[in-house]
């Protein structure tokens, strides 16, 4: 065809078969929407002196492009590098498990603001909060939207128009913009710098408390490490220094692990009960870090400042939603009744031995046909444990054009994230879901055809 005046109008389009088809599935407006938006890129190739497709070719263009258009954007992925809380990936897979509470939860009504025993409204707190109180002793607790929603909630309720002490060692950026000095400005509190970058000292501290303080901050140097001449004193000193001039410590833990990290090889991340042991009046950590359980803020502590902190209007906007709730009882209550390690997805990876890391990788290799197994290392990531690994078997394979191979895995169904090392593309079974194998398998035989 060479005339646009050969070009089929909407109207016609929609009198065809497929049309029908497109309607049925995708909607009226939305076909209608396509055909224009085709028809428009038609016009524009013609006047750069494109051929004009004919009706049936329109016909094709059309249903590709309501294909994509009504594509979920977010889909599950198949994470092969071995870090097993992958900030972009999603950080904590959930326990499947879990899922089935919370289904019934969420497409039924729910008692989540409902007080059964007195017919009469109650509270969205009282779900996560007993279980956060049994296991970690803690006398008061709340649940937000995430951790950093949590830190400035914590802030603002507390120290608004006041002074926060914090060492200049734990002025931290974490990934996503989370900045320590920028979420105190947002609080509307002031911000009073003590010590040096790798240095601060107890009189430090000291010195600050001298004059009137709503609270002293700790933040958990959670994604660096700092090395050589520095010194921190211990936290339990900091507490009892501040306690002695009736000054509360909040700690920024991040992480907000329950169990002991050194028991899987690593080294010891603070729990929040240490935390919590050690005196600290707040504790503030993520749902989806090393806790494995959905995106939340956890604010666990002394009930006199959680009471202050819950009737904050700023609680009300950052609060947790009812399947975050739901998810985050469900995780508790694994560790509740210790089968954590059996239940919850990040820690059946970080307790992983490695003869069962050896037997998967060799499982893929005899599938596959290639490849060679080598001896690696995975990281937990997710802004904990900074520099620490775990040691791993990887399937290593060697293909003509590494970064064309990792390419092509991401455009697999699911797409499969895997790393190259020393220019072979790796794929670390630690953090390959079970679940997943298969698929992982039958993606990456896809690609080396
Ligand atoms: C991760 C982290 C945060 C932010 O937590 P989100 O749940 O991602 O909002 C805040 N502080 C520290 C120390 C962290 O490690």
Known sequence: MKDLRALPSIDKLLQSEAAAEFIAEYGRSLTVEAFRSILSDVRK??????????????????????????????????????????????????????????????????NLEYDLDRGRRGSRTVHAEEL??????????????????????VLTALARRRRVVISRTQLIEIGGGFRVPDVMKQSGAHLQEIGTTNRVHLRDYEEALQEPIALVLMAHQSNFKIVGFSTEPKADEIVQLAHQHGVPVVNDLGSGVLLNTEEFGLSHEVTVQEALQTGADVVCISGDKLLGGPQAGIIIGKDEYLKKIKKHPLARALRADKICLSLLTATLLHYLQGEALQKI????????????????????????????????????????????????????????????????????????????????????????????????????????G
């Not at 059309?62 to 599950?76: H, K």
């Not at 939207?145 to 909630?153: D, F, H, S």
């Not at 020393?422 to 879901?433: A, I, Q």
């Open 345 to 448: 997805p990040i820690w059946r990876m970080i307790s992983a031995t490695p003869a069962e890391l050896q037997r998967r990788a060799e499982h893929w290799r005899e599938i596959i046909g290639t490849g060679r197994i080598v001896p690696g290392k995975s990281a937990v990531g997710g802004g904990s444990l900074p520099g620490d690994t775990l040691p791993t078997s990887l399937l290593s394979v060697s293909v003509k054009n590494p970064e064309r191979f990792l390419k092509k895995l991401r455009t697999q169904n699911p797409p499969v994230i895997a790393r190259v090392e020393n220019d072979e593309v790796v794929f670390d079974p630690r953090t390959v879901l079970p679940e997943q194998e298969e698929k992982f398998l039958v993606a990456l035989q896809n690609v080396l």
């Open 45 to 110: 190739g013609y006047e750069q002196r494109a051929d004009i497709p004919n009706e049936k070719e329109i016909l094709e263009k059309t249903g590709s492009l309501l294909e994509e258009w009504t594509l979920p954007t977010l889909i599950p992925v198949i994470n092969a590098t071995g870090v097993v809380l992958h900030t972009n990936l999603g950080r904590a897979p959930i326990c499947v498990e879990d899922f089935e509470w919370t289904q019934n939860v969420t497409t039924e009504y729910s």
């Open 132 to 153: 956060l109180k049994k296991i970690t002793g803690a006398e008061a607790a709340l649940v937000v939207n995430n951790n950093a929603g949590a830190v400035l909630l």
